[in-house]
Nanobody, 115 residues
Framework: QVQLVESGGGLVQPGGSLRLSCAAS????????MAWYRQALGSQRELVAV???????DYVDSVKGRFTISRDNAKNTVYLQMNSLNPEDTAVYYC?????????WGQGTQVTVSS
């Protein structure tokens, strides 16, 4: 079992930056692949970024060059640095840990990009 708690969301102006954190507790963090998803109002949840247990990384095209995912296994934490934010990035952002058939979710953190 893994418990995930996201933090770092908030209101930011277009062009601004935020760093999301996802703190994990429970089973060994380092064995899990970690991902960030987001869900805008009225839309389906979409995968934003993934960092595997081997630290392989991938992003959805819309955030490439603007977002950076990273993990610190010593702190049981995964991060999402978001730069050059625009209103289309407004969504609830969720942290996901998965390995095999196991998949765990955080409660989400709201990111609102607005002037």
């Amino acid at each position: 079992q893994v418990q995930l708690v996201e933090s770092g969301g908030g209101l930011v102006q277009p062009g601004g930056s935020l760093r999301l954190s996802c703190a994990a507790s429970g089973s060994s963090f380092s064995i899990y692949h970690m991902a960030w998803y987001r869900q805008a109002l009225g839309s389906q949840r979409e995968l934003v970024a993934v960092i595997t247990r081997y630290s392989s990384i991938d992003y959805v095209d819309s955030v490439k060059g603007r977002f950076t995912i990273s993990r610190d296994n010593a702190k049981n934490t995964v991060y999402l640095q978001m730069n050059s934010l625009n209103p289309e990035d407004t969504a609830v952002y969720y942290c996901n840990a998965y390995y095999g058939v196991a998949s765990y979710w955080g409660q989400g953190t709201q990111v609102t990009v607005s002037s």
